[in-house]
């Protein structure tokens, strides 16, 4: 069953996407499409936002690139699947008439607002294909219809009837590969909007307080409406981490997985972190402080500059880099990983 499945996943991130194109594509060698074109929001099968430039972004055609398919679906209202450039890696996007006219096998909703309509989508499907649950932030199980959960974060109280899988999002390791060099004196946060939320204002005040406290070093910080801007696709996001000597990751509210945290860890770079924000979060196994990270629980802006230069020393440094990349690995494998999910999807409901 599933041997070369036909899915649809919608577009939460470009990381998490990119995640399930590596498994359900390059793994299993099957196709993967994420919803494009309007009428998935005006049939209210796509709710994540109602702003219209948000719709836009997630749903609009401009950037994409019609694929031909009359061969393989001559029925089809040309165009219906589109081919995209996404920040350095490939993506097929596909109509609402398509959708219903492929053979479809898997339907992902990776947002809790999609489970009502994309169980909608299953149910009404010629194929009846099966839905999952796709968790990657701080979420539980709590819809009773519900009935498959792929988890790569800390979920609760999952219940007895869920099929579920706990595993860790996919990345490419040869784009994010171990570097084991002293970085200038740079410090680089790729939070995004770490500048503009307000939820994360007051370590953002934090952060340039240090930043003012340490004027020889490079404070910088990276996405969407970041002040130093957006670090484009995953070659990008791999420069920022491997350039800086450590990567501040005071995330409030944590990750469920958090792809800096893994990223920088894959490249063997020390995090400044506050540990409150991971006591249930799955980013957790990586940090222990001064072994693997710097922990600023509770200190002063000088305390945190005192701390950086302490483990800035060029033997100290290179101890918390090995051991960052040696507990990634420890970890963290794709490869078992990978057969384990081919074996959950086998065995959906």
Not at 113 to 127: K, V, W, Y
Not at 136 to 163: L, Y
Not at 260 to 272: G, K, M, T
């Amino acid at each position: 069953m599933y041997a070369k499945p036909f899915v649809l996943a919608d577009f939460h991130h470009s990381s998490l996407l990119q995640s399930l194109i590596m498994l359900f594509e390059g793994r299993i060698g099957g196709s993967l499409f994420r919803p494009i074109g309007t009428e998935w929001y005006t049939h209210g099968l796509w709710r994540m936002s109602t702003h219209p430039n948000v719709v836009d972004q997630f749903l609009g055609v401009d950037e994409a690139t019609p694929i031909i398919t009359s061969e393989t679906l001559p029925d089809l209202t040309y165009p219906s699947i589109y081919s995209y450039q996404d920040a350095g890696f490939s993506h097929k996007g596909i109509t609402l008439e398509a959708f219903y006219r492929m053979p479809m096998d898997i339907v992902i909703a990776s947002i809790p607002e999609h489970i009502e309509p994309f169980r909608h989508l299953c149910n009404t499907h010629p194929n009846k294909p099966k839905l999952i649950f796709q968790i990657g932030n701080s979420w539980t199980v709590k819809d009773k219809h519900v009935r498959n959960v792929m988890a790569s974060a800390i979920v609760d109280e999952v219940p007895s009837n869920v099929h579920f899988i706990r595993y860790h999002q996919e990345f490419d390791l040869s784009v994010f590969s171990p570097d084991f060099s002293y970085p200038d004196r740079n410090i680089n946060s790729l939070i995004n909007c770490f500048a503009t939320a307000g939820h994360f204002s007051s370590d953002w005040k934090l952060f340039e307080q240090v930043e003012q406290l340490m004027p020889d070093w490079a404070f910088r910080s990276f996405g969407g409406e970041c002040r130093d801007g957006n670090a484009e696709g995953p070659t990008g996001v791999a420069e920022r981490i491997s350039e800086a000597r450590f990567i501040w990751h005071t995330k409030n509210g944590g990750d469920g997985y958090g792809h800096v945290i893994y990223n920088s860890a894959a490249i063997a770079r020390p995090l400044i972190v506050k540990m409150e924000y991971y006591k249930d979060q799955m980013g957790k196994e990586l940090m222990t402080d001064g072994k693997t990270c710097v922990a600023i629980d509770g200190l002063s802006p000088e305390e945190i500059v005192q701390k950086i230069v302490f483990y800035s020393d060029e033997k100290r440094y290179a101890a918390l880099c090995k051991n960052i990349h040696s507990n990634f690995k420890a970890k963290v494998d794709f490869n078992s990983e990978a057969k384990a999910l081919q074996k959950f999807i086998k065995q959906l409901k």
